[in-house]
């Protein structure tokens, strides 16, 4: 049995939905079907979820949210007639309008999800489960055991359904939606929950490529990774699949495939847990994020004071910043901040780590780009990375920092923002051979 699931630009119009239905009616093992909000298309240049945000932003301002509100309504009423669906989704509008004055912002932005999965269900003929009723929250994370529990309760073996991505409920039963792109976690908890046979993650590319292809003309797609390999590329900036579905689907080692509702046998990315390369590819994947800011904090023998990082970690703490990375040497520690993070407290961040910490020395760098080249093969072959940073030095890169952990699959360089391009596609060049 299959579960799968379609994104936004998927089901953004009655176009797309009937492509759905066309990958639906070719095999009936997909039965267990997870939607997205409808998201962007040539003609709709704004998500659903995104203009469920703005009604939510007007409505609490108690400004004007008219506007917003007939876009929203207008596109879901285009779809239902287009493809003649019996489903009453005027009447659903009307209760959403009615709990506008009341309503959480949660239940508001997850209402795109829950209108789409209903037009998907009346159109495919396939039963409707609301993830309200067993997708379950504790403590700001899903609880798995007590969501399977509800979700076995309420299924019926074999049977076809149609399920909203997106949002769950908490204890009290309010709306709690998960992080943007979230449908993918549903879609992956599902799989696991019901031990599915492929997870099928439809969006509107044919796979994941090997790079950026902004970056990189005519990038290779990446046939086939595993699940670290693809936690590691989302965590350094890829955005084809939500970084934290990858963890449902691997602990049950379910294979789960990244495939194209426009192109659907133009093949795509299959996610498994081992997988046997050729030798000669030396990286799996190359992704990376600029604007990073590095604290390179110094003190004489600074790994037998534990005492002097926790007090550069509490002032970090204490102002909110997240700490992207802790690369250690024996005399100095780095952190790595996202610039956007820092800005406007950079000055007293570091007047604190001067006066708290009894620090020999600190720096600071700006602009810096954060490139993984990601592989499994890293790990067994560390040399590799000397490959890659010999023809980075030949290309007169200037690599400002690289980490690499023993067991690690990935390697990453830090090079300035204005290198950044330049630095992917000589990786690229180099380790993949284009
Ligand atoms: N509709 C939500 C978003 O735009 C969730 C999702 O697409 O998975 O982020």
């Known amino acids: 049995m299959k579960v799968v699931k379609f994104g936004g630009s998927s089901v953004a119009d009655s176009e797309q939905f009937a492509k759905v239905k066309a990958i639906i009616d070719e095999d009936d093992q997909r039965k267990v079907v997870v939607v997205s909000a409808a998201g962007k298309s040539v003609a709709e240049k704004i998500k659903i979820t995104d203009l469920l945000i703005s009604l939510d932003k007007l409505r609490l301002n ?25 489903f009453d989704i005027e009447n659903e509008i009307s209760n959403i309008e009615n709990n506008l004055k009341s309503c959480t912002s949660d239940y508001l932005i997850s209402r795109g999800e829950y209108l789409t999965a209903h037009l998907m269900a009346a159109y495919l003929g396939f039963r409707f489960i609301d993830s309200a009723d067993f997708m379950i929250f504790s403590n700001g994370e899903i609880d798995m055991s007590a969501t399977a529990d509800k979700f076995m309760n309420i299924y019926q073996n074999n049977e076809t359904i149609v399920v909203p991505g997106f949002y769950g409920s908490n204890k009290n039963g309010d709306i709690q939606l ?19 046979d492929l997870y099928e993650n439809w969006t509107d590319v044919s796979g994941i490529l090997m790079a950026d292809p902004r970056i990189v003309s005519k990038c290779k797609r990446i046939d086939s990774l595993t699940y670290g390999e693809l936690q590691e590329l989302s965590y350094m900036g890829f955005n084809v699949f939500q970084e934290e579905a990858v963890q449902p689907v691997r602990i049950k080692n379910i294979p789960t495939k990244i495939l194209n509702t426009n192109h659907p046998h133009s093949g795509g990315t299959l996610v498994v847990d081992k997988i046997k390369r050729d030798d000669k590819q030396l990286i799996t994947g190359i992704a990376g994020k600029k604007n990073y800011t590095i604290i390179t904090v110094k003190k004489y023998q ?14 970090f703490q204490k102002h909110h910043l997240a700490v992207d990375s802790v690369p250690s040497g024996t005399d100095s520690f780095r952190f790595m901040l996202q610039q956007s993070e820092v800005k406007g407290i950079l000055q007293l961040v570091m007047s604190e780590l001067k006066n708290n910490c009894n620090l020999d020395e600190f720096s600071v ?28 030095d030949k290309s007169l890169i200037n690599i400002r ?28 060049k180099n380790a993949v051979g284009q």
Request: hydrophobic share 45%; charged share 20%; no cysteine.
């Open 62 to 86: 108690n400004s004007d949210y008219s506007e917003v509100l007939n876009k929203i309504v207008e596109r879901f009423v285009r779809i239902k007639n287009n493809l003649h669906i019996n």
């Open 178 to 196: 998960m992080q943007r792109g979230g449908s993918d976690i549903s879609g992956a908890i599902l799989a696991n929950i019901l031990d599915a």
């Open 302 to 315: 600074l790994n037998k004071h534990i005492e002097i990082l926790q007090k550069v970690l509490s002032i």
């Open 365 to 392: 760098n700006d602009n810096i780009a954060l490139i993984a080249a990601v592989s499994t093969q890293l790990s067994s072959r560390p040399a590799i990375a000397g490959r890659i940073m010999s023809f980075l």
């Open 401 to 428: 920092l690289v980490i690499q952990e023993g067991s690690d699959m990935k390697i990453v360089f830090g090079v300035s923002n204005s290198d950044y391009e330049r630095t992917i596609s000589n990786i690229y």
